[in-house]
């Protein structure tokens, strides 16, 4: 699996499957699924750290975990995220950064945000250094955002996303990724920019989807002084173990649902 497979997988209308992954064991649990993409998501923060979102993650946390996945993945295609400080302050720390995560086994780096990052982008790309542009709801932005709520309602909002996927496609990243937006302005920028969609909480028309492996297995709760009971998941998360006993079948139904269009269902979209 290459990034040039990946684009091959989406010219002939497959959909592709993607999850988050942070150790080798479930990293060789989704290649044998047949998972395309494994993201080494800033989630860690949350899902392996406990913490109430992903801003005090660092480059060692992130190499760390890249590695591991790329020791139990060799053949899968390893996505690595960005974390918070690591790119938007000069694009030379940007560059050094991103290759240090290449150098731990990523294919291509993930970074938060549309206006000023699309220059980080292209120097990036400049650089040979593949880039997914996550937009939508940006998780290292949640401050900002006023906490974990939809973007791209507005009529105002929808244009600022569309402009940005656009100018990311224009500079030529590999990936646009989407979050939490409504599913009709999901669709309709899949079908304006030249780069392959990948949506969470953005409907079925994108061409992937990801989701964070805890969500599938039904196991994250929240942050660890929170009682579970109070948790409530985002609409767009789905729960692939309920109906069968073992993590590998929970994660290869997943990949099938993603590749036969029936998730995300209507009930998982904005
Ligand atoms: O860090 C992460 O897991 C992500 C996904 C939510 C897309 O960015």
Known sequence: ???????????????????????????K????????????GDSLGMVLQGAENTLNVSMHH??????SVAAGAPNTVIMADMPLGSYEHDNEAAYKNALWLIKSGAQIVKIEGGG???????????????????????????NQLGGYKIQGKTEASAQKIMSD?????????????????????????????N???????????????VLVIQDLLGIYTGVADKNP????????????????HSIQQAVENYVH??????????????
């Open 195 to 209: 780069v392959p969609t990948i949506g969470i909480g953005a409907g079925v028309d994108c061409c992937g989807q």
């Open 29 to 40: 649990l989704m290649q044998h699924a047949g998972v395309d993409i494994l993201l080494v």
């Open 229 to 244: 009971a109070d948790h409530k998941n985002p609409r767009f998360v789905k729960n692939f173990l309920k109906d069968t």
């Open 62 to 67: 992130m190499t760390y975990h890249t590695k």
């Open 116 to 142: 000023e990052r699309v220059n980080t982008a292209r120097y990036l790309v400049e650089h040979g250094i593949p880039v997914c542009a996550h937009l939508g709801f940006t998780p290292q932005s949640v």
């Open 165 to 193: 996927a656009k100018a990311m496609s224009d500079v030529g990243v590999s990936f646009v990724l989407l979050e939490m937006v409504p599913a009709i302005l999901a669709k309709h920028i899949t079908e304006t920019i």
């Open 257 to 270: 649902a993603v590749k036969n269009k029936s998730f995300p269902a209507s009930e998982n979209c904005y």
């Open 1 to 27: 699996m290459s990034l040039s497979t990946l684009q091959e997988i989406v010219a002939r209308g497959e959909k592709i499957a993607m999850l988050t992954c942070y150790d080798a064991t479930f990293a």
